[in-house]
């Protein structure tokens, strides 16, 4: 009899870590995880190292994406429907700094049907000759589950508070 | 938020505050970015349905100069055009507003976005 319960108890326990494991929240946490991994540098990357990256880098995108990005200070402004220009993009900011350190919290994920949204706050710490920028991003973000893999069709800021300037 | 409240201090926010009662004028809460780890401190200081304006620095609502006895730095000439406040937005603003207007996150929030009122 223990052993009945102990073996329906173990099964238990792996259904329900297998459905957290490959479960959309759980994936797309791990994609955005590895994003910033991707994004994020301590030192300047050597050629290899940036070309590896800004290649990885185009494949959190779907090729339909559309990127509507403008912080409030208007320090970071990216708009495009290409992402080639993501890369290039990129590449381009890898030239002005030494240090970019990018992470997403307060990640809430909406997932349904092969297709997902989510809020997440970009906070991005980034080292230039400029000295050191700090910048809060608060993201909605739409993805789709194709290939079996998830991937990013839409990146826009959320003005959270309205300002007047 | 200083002088009331300092930068970096550990605040405690009241998240049931407004479950059976609506968000008051002079309320200090918290704005939310997306979830629960970040968020700003500010002051409301504009209800729904009421039209707020700020003419060199001093606050006016429906045209009436809005008397703010927890501002204690010198007021910079901030100038907003009238704005009429929504259904479920409100107007917030922080206490030190001896900063440049460019440099200071104040505007329209909407409900959804304020997580409680401060405790202390």
């Known amino acids: 009899m223990i052993v009945i319960i102990v073996l329906a108890v173990i099964i238990v326990a792996g259904i329900i870590f297998f459905w957290w494991w490959f479960g959309a929240n759980h994936q797309i946490k791990k994609?955005?995880?590895?994003?910033?991994?991707?994004?994020?540098?301590?030192?300047?990357?050597?050629?290899?190292?940036?070309?590896?990256k800004a290649e990885r880098l185009i494949n959190y995108f779907s090729s339909d994406v559309a990127l509507d990005i403008k912080s409030d200070d208007g320090l970071v402004e990216l708009h495009t429907t290409d992402r080639e220009e993501i890369r290039d993009y990129f590449l381009a900011s890898l030239q002005r700094v030494s240090l970019i350190n990018v992470r997403f919290l307060d990640t809430q994920i909406n997932a349904n049907r092969g297709r997902a949204s989510l809020e997440t706050t970009a906070r991005v710490r980034v080292l230039s000759d400029f000295g050191e920028t700090n910048l809060i991003l608060p993201l909605r973000m739409v993805l789709e589950h194709s290939s079996g893999d998830w991937q990013i069709q839409s990146v826009s800021s959320i003005e959270i508070i309205k300002r007047y300037r | 938020m200083e002088p009331a409240y300092d930068n970096s201090d550990f605040n405690f926010i009241n998240r049931t505050a407004y479950w059976r009662k609506n968000p008051a004028r002079g309320d200090v809460v918290g704005v939310s970015f997306t979830g629960q780890r970040l968020m700003l401190l500010k002051r409301i200081v504009g209800l729904p349905g009421?039209?707020?304006?700020?003419?060199?620095?001093?606050?006016?609502?429906?045209?009436?100069?809005?008397?703010?006895?927890?501002?204690?730095?010198?007021?910079?000439?901030?100038?907003v055009p009238a704005v009429h406040l929504l259904d479920q937005e409100y107007f917030v603003v922080g206490d030190n507003r001896d900063t440049a207007q460019a440099d200071h996150v104040f505007g329209t929030v909407k409900a959804e976005r304020m997580v409680g009122k401060i405790l202390w």
């Open chain 1, 31 to 52: 994609l955005l995880n590895s994003l910033e991994s991707t994004i994020s540098f301590d030192n300047r990357p050597t050629l290899i190292a940036t070309s590896i």
């Open chain 2, 50 to 79: 009421e039209s707020v304006a700020i003419i060199d620095g001093q606050i006016e609502i429906n045209g009436q100069v809005l008397s703010e006895p927890y501002v204690q730095t010198a007021k910079q000439p901030w100038q």
